[in-house]
């Protein structure tokens, strides 16, 4: 197919989708993609240190549809200016740039809010060290048989490309393992696993005093007596049934790029600005939808309750949860605005997610200090009605009678798993009746859901530490 028809196709495509969903909507899917791409090239470029073409290749493959534009687009990396760029021919443009310790922001052309990296006060670790500084091979042959599987790729796509695993078996680490040029310090896009971050942070505050679950969420733009919207509780948004009209993160694809809540994320420089003017597409409390505009929300929340400063919020989140968990490897990236992308922008190590993990294994607490409220576990866990994929306040969930929790415990999982998960393929997965956390990151296709080879990971893993006396130094 020569150049010229594929451009056709291309303006063709996009003209049909406007024709279905709206002209203003399809006008801003080539930036939504853009966005997209350049923000992850930018992150994984100067935070993460992994090749472009590497993430850029493994990135568009996991998400379906991709191939009929990744033909078309070009990015270039600017290693002086740390920067990015990716264009889609005339149709999108988009600029992501890098600033040290803060990651990557979205450059829209308005002025990125200049932020104070807060310094570390070098708070010491309250929870336990899980591991050595070298990678702790498998402790059995089962587990190694376990990684062996979950890094081997299939003859023929869809492609696993794990790229971390890390099991930790009652706080210490059985197993680990690393793709090429990824080891035990290496920052990694955690994508919606950020989301359960921010439910945590959600719960410092609740233990606080400084927000209630069941009352008003405090946002100023909601405040009007005859606004519908002051009825959203922070429960609700913490559940995804706020009702906001953004659209739905669920899927990971070309097609998602016409979302409302995409425009949100990577042409908007206000992110919580954008969501917060959005009216009600359902009553709040009715109907559960999930998009990353309620996460966004709790995130303006958190910088609020912090002291409203970008700092302030960074300050908190280190000093109230990653510093007592040992997490040093973190690096929360922010919106132009300068609140905490807290949809799906965090990046840590592999092992810095299995402390996160560990935190919910020890029922919130951490050397003896409660961190979250007394009982934010089961909260966490509980089932959210109408949820069908399953899912609680801020986890996923096994709990309950949903497709995706009676899918997973058909498939090996225990009946008492939560995870925080991330698109194509980003695991945290709790098992406390097994005293374990699995970490597991990567690139793979959502759908089918075997294709990030999760299901073998965790059956295996569960199978392999019940083999009494095999794991050294574990009880």
């Keep these: 197919m020569t150049r010229r028809r ?14 279905a969903l709206g002209a203003a909507r399809a006008r801003n899917a080539p930036q939504v993609a853009t966005g997209f791409l350049a923000d992850i090239l930018c992150a994984e470029t100067f935070v993460s240190g992994l090749d472009p073409q590497r993430t850029f290749t493994e990135t568009t493959d996991a998400m379906p549809g991709t191939g ?14 740390k920067d990015v760029t990716v264009t889609l021919f005339g149709l999108g443009r988009s600029h992501a740039v890098y600033r040290e310790g803060l990651g990557c922001t979205l450059d829209h052309g308005a002025d990125i809010a200049d932020v104070a ?14 591991a050595g500084s070298a990678i702790v091979p498998p402790q059995s042959g089962a587990l190694a048989a376990a990684l062996d599987r979950a890094f081997t790729e299939p003859a023929q796509p869809p492609y696993r490309r794990t790229r971390a695993i890390v099991v930790l078996k009652s706080g210490r680490i059985v197993a680990e393992r690393y793709a090429d040029g990824i080891g035990p310090e290496t920052p990694l896009l955690g994508f919606s696993m950020t989301k359960s971050v921010m439910s945590a942070l959600t719960g410092v505050l609740v233990r606080q005093g400084q927000l209630t679950l069941d009352g008003p969420a405090p946002v100023a ?6 606004d519908p919207r002051r009825a959203i509780t922070v429960d609700q948004l913490l559940r995804h049934t706020a009702g906001l009209a953004l659209g739905s993160s669920l899927e990971a694809s070309l097609g998602s790029a016409f979302e409302p809540v995409n425009r949100m994320k990577f042409i908007e420089t206000d992110m919580a600005a954008y969501a917060a003017g959005m009216p009600l597409a359902t009553a709040p409390g009715t109907v559960w939808n999930y998009h990353d ?14 002291g409203g400063k970008p700092a302030d919020a960074l300050r908190f989140a280190r000093r109230e949860l990653f510093a007592p968990l040992g997490m040093r490897h973190v690096t929360l990236q922010l919106d132009g605005a300068g609140t905490i992308e807290g949809s799906s922008e965090m990046m840590a190590p592999a092992r810095d997610w299995a402390r996160f993990g560990q935190l919910y294994l020890n ?15 089961n909260y966490s866990a509980s089932a959210t009605p109408n949820a069908w994929v399953g899912i609680g306040a801020g986890f996923w969930t096994n709990q309950g009678d949903s497709f995706g929790a009676k899918f997973r415990i058909a498939h090996g999982w225990p009946r008492d798993a939560f995870f925080a998960k991330g698109t194509i393929g980003q695991y945290t997965i709790v098992i406390p009746s097994e005293r374990l956390v699995i970490v597991r990151l990567g690139r793979s296709l959502n759908a089918p859901p075997e294709a990030d080879g999760v299901f073998d990971l965790v059956r295996d893993v569960v199978a392999a530490t019940r083999e009494k006396g095999k794991l050294a130094g574990v009880d």
Excluded: F, S
């Design 68 to 81: 009929l534009i990744t033909w078309a687009m070009d990015y270039r990396i600017d290693r002086v200016r």
């Design 293 to 306: 505009g309620n996460t966004i929300m709790l995130a303006h929340l958190i910088r609020n309750a912090a």
């Design 363 to 377: 029922d919130d607490v951490a050397g003896g200090k409660r961190i979250l409220p007394e009982g934010w576990v």
């Design 6 to 19: 594929k451009i056709i196709l291309l303006t063709t495509a996009i003209a049909c989708i406007g024709l």
């Design 221 to 226: 733009a909601w405040t009007q007596p005859d």
């Design 117 to 130: 990296l807060p310094p570390d006060d070098k708070q010491p670790a309250l929870l336990p060290e899980i």
